[in-house]
């Protein structure tokens, strides 16, 4: 409603460029905090209940029904992803989890990124462990930052972020007794890894497989 109203009143105001750029910053900031008070809500509502799946399936589920956001068909970012996990390991990641994770840190990844490069996501077994990684080749984080990145309301992209993707990311791992790891160079890149448990028998109570991507 905020937005309709903005858009009613910018077309009874002068078609001046200052009073544009106003209504422009005016909205932005609308829709930064309508997406904080989303993902709020979205934390709030995350229980300890866990939901052991395939993560491997998870991902390549995800990554198959997420069409490209502007950003990475602009920049022409390559997406790529590869797993070292055989067969079905499930994890105490939901779906509902795993869609979470990777929407934040590929969002994240594709902001620092520049043109024509390149994000991976691998999956591996290491230890009972599953870890995933989102490494992108973009900007980098400031060394005095990378402790600061996981708070809520903390962003390096004033005007952009919302500052709680990272933390949701941390707020699930722990739940599912996991944790979440920064690495980050200036101009080489940042590697987000996230660590949970792996069984390679599927636990009372898993989520089936419904469908196959490959199939």
């Given at each position: 409603q905020l937005q309709m109203g903005l858009a009613s009143l910018e077309h009874l105001l002068p078609k001046a460029p200052q009073i544009h750029d106003i209504f422009n910053g005016i909205e932005k900031s609308i829709k930064r905090v309508s997406?904080?008070?989303?993902?709020v809500k979205s934390l709030n509502q995350q229980n300890n209940n866990s939901t052991w799946t395939?993560?491997?399936?998870?991902?390549?589920?995800?990554?198959?029904?997420?069409s490209p956001s502007p950003d990475i068909l602009?920049?022409?970012?390559?997406?790529?992803?590869?797993?070292?996990?055989?067969?079905?390991?499930?994890?105490?990641?939901?779906?509902l989890d795993v869609s979470r994770i990777?929407?934040?840190?590929?969002?994240?990844?594709?902001?620092?990124?520049?043109?024509?490069?390149?994000?991976r996501i691998t999956l591996k077994n290491e230890n009972n462990f599953a870890v995933l990684s989102v490494e992108d080749q973009g900007c980098g984080i400031p060394n005095h930052q990378h402790e600061k990145i996981f708070e809520p309301d903390f962003t390096t992209k004033y005007g952009v972020g919302t500052g709680l993707g990272l933390s949701i990311v941390r707020h699930i791992?722990?739940?599912?007794?996991?944790?979440?790891?920064?690495?980050?160079?200036?101009?080489?890149?940042?590697?987000?890894?996230?660590?949970?448990?792996?069984?390679?028998?599927?636990?009372?109570?898993?989520?089936?497989?419904?469908?196959?991507?490959?199939?």
């Amino acid at each position: 409603q905020l937005q309709m109203g903005l858009a009613s009143l910018e077309h009874l105001l002068p078609k001046a460029p200052q009073i544009h750029d106003i209504f422009n910053g005016i909205e932005k900031s609308i829709k930064r905090v309508s997406s904080i008070a989303i993902q709020v809500k979205s934390l709030n509502q995350q229980n300890n209940n866990s939901t052991w799946t395939d993560l491997s399936f998870s991902i390549e589920e995800f990554l198959q029904n997420q069409s490209p956001s502007p950003d990475i068909l602009q920049k022409k970012i390559r997406i790529i992803f590869k797993s070292e996990i055989l067969g079905s390991f499930y994890t105490p990641l939901s779906r509902l989890d795993v869609s979470r994770i990777l929407q934040n840190l590929l969002q994240n990844a594709v902001q620092a990124s520049s043109m024509n490069s390149e994000i991976r996501i691998t999956l591996k077994n290491e230890n009972n462990f599953a870890v995933l990684s989102v490494e992108d080749q973009g900007c980098g984080i400031p060394n005095h930052q990378h402790e600061k990145i996981f708070e809520p309301d903390f962003t390096t992209k004033y005007g952009v972020g919302t500052g709680l993707g990272l933390s949701i990311v941390r707020h699930i791992c722990e739940l599912r007794d996991g944790r979440v790891e920064l690495k980050s160079e200036i101009n080489r890149g940042t590697q987000v890894t996230i660590r949970v448990p792996l069984n390679e028998k599927k636990p009372l109570g898993g989520e089936n497989v419904l469908s196959n991507p490959h199939g």
